[in-house]
């Protein structure tokens, strides 16, 4: 029944993936100023908001983790951090290919596309944290603070574009056609992005489990060192 | 680079490198993965 469920689940985002490409390429018309390079927004804007989410997610699963010292929380933390890379990743590149197109330039120091960058590099360097401690305990405490901390910069990227002058756009009014597709590129990115996160998850719980540290276990005749068998 | 081949780049590289790695994921859960031993 699972097993089924989780194959539904990925055929639905596979078919919602191809729907999203044939109202790209077929239903949706150009916008009239900018031409055919505004449909990369239909991409751009799920996997910024995507990215946003899986940094949510990061953020209280460690500030949970803090509370509560749940290994499940730290391994969802470092689930949601890795696809929080993929996504601003996405975001970076569809940006700057929208730039070179739009604006004649691959990348400009706006406040945006910086802390787009800022949050896309903390959460690389929230991924070398966590490679380069070898104690689990550790390692989650450290990496919880951290991505704690780093979770303070998706505010700066949502609000820069409002609050400094910026090249990046605002807000672009968008035809039926152009609010329908952009509604159906929601559906694949997000769905993409849970089911990443999830099975991400999964690996990391899994990977926990058959790697539990040998401790010893007093007996009689002294102490006993013996695999823990989960 | 015309405005649709920008397009059609910005799709493949955002699409390749999602499901690029919900295919890795996959096969390595398939595959059993850090399993329990």
Known sequence: MRRTLITIYWLVTIASTAGGIAMVAYY????????PIQKIF?????????TFLACLTCFIASVGYLIQRKAYLDDLAAAAG???VQLCSIVLATGMIWGKSAWGQ??????RLTFSLVLWLL???????????????RRALIAAVYAIIAFLDVPLVYLSVRLMPDIHPTSISLAL???LTLAAWFVPVTLLSAGLIVLKF????????????????????????????? | ????????????????????????????????NGAKS
């Open chain 1, 28 to 35: 949706t018309p150009d916008e009239q100023t900018m031409g």
């Open chain 1, 42 to 50: 239909y991409l751009h804007l799920p996997a910024a908001i995507c």
């Open chain 1, 82 to 84: 890795r696809v929080a």
């Open chain 1, 106 to 111: 691959w990348w400009t120091w706006s406040p």
């Open chain 1, 123 to 137: 959460y690389i360097v929230y991924l070398m944290v966590r490679a380069s401690i070898e104690s689990s305990h």
């Open chain 1, 177 to 179: 056609p152009m609010k």
């Open chain 1, 202 to 230: 999964n690996i990391n719980r899994r990977q926990r489990d058959s790697a539990k540290p040998i401790e010893p276990t007093q007996t009689p005749t002294g102490f006993h060192w013996s695999a823990e068998v989960a």
């Open chain 2, 1 to 32: 680079m015309s405005g649709s081949q920008f397009v059609i780049l910005a799709y493949v590289i955002g699409l390749g490198l999602l499901w690029g790695y919900a295919a890795v994921l996959l096969c390595s859960a398939r595959s059993g």
